[in-house]
C-alpha cells in the first residue's frame, strides 16, 4: 500500500514561486507513475501535470505548462511541483497522486491512479 503526503503549500502573493513535495512510503516509489491534480472551491479535481516512473517523460495541464515543474528524486522517494508565477487562478488543494501499476505510463486522467495524499492548500492573492 502506497502512501503520499504532501507538504509545501500556503498562502502567496501572485508572482511569486512555491514548491510542493510529495513523499511516498510503503511501495516501490520508483517504479510508479506519479501525478500532481489540484481542486478549487467548487471545481472539479483536475490535472495538473505528470511524470514517468524514470523521470524522462512529463506532461503538463496547458494553464500551467510554461510555470510549472515536475520532478522526482527516486532516491528520496519524492515527487515535487516547482509552481513559478503564480496566478490567482492556481488557488487549490493540490493532490499527489500514484498509478499503483508498476512501470505505467504516464496518464492525465484521475481515475488511472490508485493512490492519493490528503492534499495541501496553495492560496494565491492578487
Known amino acids: 500500500q502506497v502512501q503520499l503526503v504532501e507538504s509545501g503549500g500556503g498562502l502567496v502573493q501572485a508572482g511569486v514561486s512555491l514548491r510542493l513535495s510529495c513523499a511516498a512510503s510503503?511501495?516501490?516509489?520508483?517504479?510508479?507513475?506519479m501525478g500532481w491534480f489540484r481542486q478549487a472551491p467548487g471545481k472539479e479535481r483536475e490535472f495538473v501535470a505528470a511524470?514517468?516512473?524514470?523521470?524522462?517523460?512529463?506532461y503538463y495541464a496547458g494553464s500551467v505548462k510554461g510555470r510549472f515543474t515536475i520532478s522526482r528524486d527516486n532516491a528520496k522517494n519524492t515527487v515535487y511541483l516547482q509552481m513559478n508565477s503564480l496566478e490567482p487562478e492556481d488557488t487549490a488543494v493540490y493532490y499527489c497522486?500514484?498509478?499503483?501499476?508498476?512501470?505505467?505510463?504516464?496518464?492525465?486522467?484521475?481515475?488511472?491512479?490508485?493512490?492519493w495524499g490528503q492534499g495541501t492548500q496553495v492560496t494565491v492573492s492578487s
Open positions: 497522486a500514484a498509478r499503483g501499476s508498476a512501470y505505467a505510463s504516464t496518464s492525465y486522467y484521475s481515475h488511472e491512479y490508485d493512490y
Open positions: 510503503g511501495g516501490t516509489f520508483s517504479r510508479n507513475t
Open positions: 511524470i514517468s516512473w524514470k523521470g524522462g517523460t512529463t
